[in-house]
């Protein structure tokens, strides 16, 4: 195999692929990366990449080209695509993951992600290192919704592990805020990757507090989604743990997942789901007693993540975040 077709082997497995074969490895990681998986065909599964990524004019070649010369690399097409493979870029979805760029058209809600978000002390203020209080981190998502916490007493602080920040949660420390479109259990998303230390005890990534209570509670070693107070889907995973969550709201039942860092899947479980409204007052974290647990990137949408949009997110997430714990 040539030193161009054993780095796109590596790049397209390191992006997912469970294939030993160079053809049937690319098709994984294109579609993994967010091709229409309508066809077997490789050119058209790249040519669906590369219109996930905004190239859609030119010759194949000519929007890869732009592609990855988008990505700043430069030479001839197969020393850039040699060059994007080794580094491992070439099949990793652009970040920060705005709901534009995932195609999520009409999606309210937020994106908090510790990589490409601002973590500030106050709204304005000193960025927040390591030990520092949190008073404001940006919303990534393209949409106005601010991420916020004015009260002293009531910021979580920032914890940097492996250079990664994230926010940490304990007793009465949490951020807030006020979605412009309220979100309805019925088509809900949130994926979250969170830390739960070696402490007992219960955290609260989020909440939704407005019009009914609803919230992902992470207790010891049960994680559970709670519509109007009441436990739905709920799984057992050990602790101290670090995993991606998914959450599916949808109008028949709601499903609850975890994987750990790698992208595997570690539990799921699914229940019935009433008509309940979340609504648009949420928070990371809660004003009670919480153990120390910690949040790295979080999104609730109001927009129906199916698995073949989840795939794409929790491929960028473990390329970002498998280092982290």
Same mark, same amino acid.
């Given at each position: ?6 780095? !796109? %082997? !590596? ?19 294109? $579609? ?18 590369? @219109? ?37 870029? %070439?099949? =990793? =979805?652009?970040?920060?993951? +705005?709901?534009?760029?995932? @195609? ?6 937020? $994106? ?8 500030? /002390? ?18 990534? +998502? ?5 991420? &916020? ?11 940097? &592990?492996?250079?990664? *920040?994230? =926010? &940490?949660? *304990?007793?009465?420390?949490? !951020?807030? @805020? ?5 979100? @309805? ?17 219960? #955290?609260?990534?989020?909440? #939704? ?8 509670? $992470? ?7 709670? !519509? ?26 709601? +499903? ?10 570690? /539990? ?21 007693? /919480? ?18 949009? #989840? ?11 498998? *280092?982290?714990?």
């Amino acid at each position: 195999m040539s030193s161009l077709n054993h780095a !796109l %082997l !590596l790049a397209a497995q390191a992006a997912g692929a469970t294939a030993t074969d160079l053809g049937t490895a690319l098709r994984q990681a294109l $579609v993994i990366s967010g091709a229409t998986p309508s066809t077997t065909d490789l050119n058209a599964l790249w040519a669906s990449f590369l @219109g996930t990524q905004g190239y859609t004019s030119g010759s194949l070649n000519d929007r890869l080209y732009a592609y990855l010369a988008g990505k700043g690399y430069s030479g001839s097409l197969n020393d850039m695509l040699l060059a994007s493979a080794t580094a491992g870029d %070439l099949f =990793i =979805i652009e970040y920060p993951l +705005s709901f534009s760029a995932l @195609g999520m058209t009409g999606a309210g809600g937020i $994106v908090f992600d510790s990589i490409e978000s601002a973590i500030l /002390q106050s709204t304005g203020g000193a960025v927040a290192g390591n030990g520092d209080v949190i008073g404001d981190v940006q919303n990534v +998502s393209g949409t106005a919704a601010t991420i &916020t916490q004015g009260t002293g007493a009531n910021k979580p602080t920032n914890t940097v &592990t492996n250079g990664i *920040g994230a =926010i &940490t949660l *304990g007793n009465s420390l949490y !951020l807030g @805020g006020t979605l412009a479109d309220a979100i @309805g259990s019925t088509s809900f998303s949130a994926i979250a990757v969170v830390y739960s230390p070696d402490i007992a005890g219960s #955290f609260y990534p989020f909440v #939704f507090d407005g019009d009914s209570l609803d919230y992902l509670l $992470v207790e010891n070693a049960s994680w559970e989604f709670r !519509l109007d107070n009441a436990s739905f889907p709920a799984v057992t995973d050990p602790y101290p743990v670090a995993r991606i969550v998914r959450i599916r709201g949808t109008g028949a039942a709601t +499903s609850l997942a975890t994987y750990n860092l790698a992208g595997v899947l570690q /539990q799921s479980n699914t229940g019935l789901q009433p008509g309940d409204l979340i609504g648009t007052s949420f928070k990371i974290g809660y004003p009670n007693t /919480q153990k120390a647990g910690e949040v790295a990137f979080i999104m609730l949408t109001n927009y129906d993540i199916d698995d073949t949009l #989840f795939t794409t997110i929790k491929s960028a997430l473990v390329s970002r975040f498998g *280092g982290w714990r």
